[in-house]
């Protein structure tokens, strides 16, 4: 019986709806599924607890040694983390900026790491980690000057009333031309199965896509968001061509994403 590690978000539980509910061959393997928030499973995986992990693609840097990346299952998208606050005109006045990450190896993590360095070097910050869905609520009580939402957070923010600071997403395309690498599923190296897990999540997402419907069902039993659109918005923008196979342009996106963690202290 393998641990497996994903995240309750849609396009995870679509993804492995298959594998969860038994509708496919699983190539004579057992999965046992830990379903936790996403920086759970970084460090889960950081602790060697999982066998198979869905993690932020930041934490690999740290998981390479012991674990080998698959092709497929990740998210990597033109779709990325987007920074938030209550009052834009307020924030330019503050010396001071208290920041709300979701969780230290986010990819979410690094990203504002990185648009933090470029565009505000000589600002003090103080940072705080929590999980991605007490994001809102903490800018929303102004307990945080801005935070960076992941997940269907970037949906819903402007229907709370708060305002667009920076589309993360769109800053990484334009320093790289390349997609952002999110997440990615891991297994042991150990194990020696990668080519076999990554059969069964492609016929996993196959059999997603051919019975959305019932797929649709199954992920309201764990989202955080049950309105339909902004579900469906989530599947489109996080399901796609690379989770089948993240392929050449993938790959060029997780080893650029490394090479500027290797460059940098983040959040030191």
């Known amino acids: ?26 190539e004579g393997l057992d999965f046992d599924f830990v379903i936790e928030d996403v920086e759970t499973l970084n460090n889960l995986c950081m602790e060697k607890a999982l066998d198979i992990s869905k993690i932020s693609a930041h934490a690999f840097y740290y998981l390479q040694n012991d674990y080998i990346m698959l092709s497929s299952g990740g998210a990597l998208s033109e779709y990325g983390p987007v920074v938030i606050t209550k009052n834009l005109e307020k924030l330019k006045n503050l010396s001071n900026i208290k920041i709300a990450l979701p969780g230290r190896l986010t990819t979410a993590s690094a990203l504002m790491w990185f648009y933090w360095q470029k565009n505000f070097p000589n600002k003090k910050y103080i940072v705080e980690f929590m999980p991605f869905y007490k994001i809102i609520d903490k800018i929303i009580k102004e307990e945080a000057d801005i935070g960076v939402v992941i997940h269907e957070g970037r949906f819903i923010y402007s229907l709370k009333g708060l305002e667009l600071v920076e589309d993360l997403g769109k800053f990484w395309i334009q320093e790289t031309s390349l997609p952002i690498p999110l997440g990615l599923i891991i297994s042991q190296k150990s194990l020696n199965i990668k080519k076999a897990l990554e059969k069964i999540i492609q016929e996993s997402l196959n059999y997603a896509y051919s019975h959305f419907d019932e797929a649709m069902k199954f992920i309201k039993k764990y989202s955080q968001e049950l309105d339909e659109d902004v579900i469906k918005s989530h599947i489109q923008c996080y399901v796609n061509k690379f989770t089948f196979d993240m392929g050449e342009k993938g790959i060029q996106a997780i080893d650029e994403l490394i090479k500027r963690i290797e460059r940098h202290a983040i959040w030191s």
Do not use: R, V, Y
């Not at 641990?3 to 038994?22: R, T």
């Open 1 to 26: 019986m393998l641990k497996f590690g994903i995240s309750p978000c849609p396009n995870d539980i679509f993804i492995f709806f298959g594998i969860i509910e038994k509708k496919i061959k699983t």
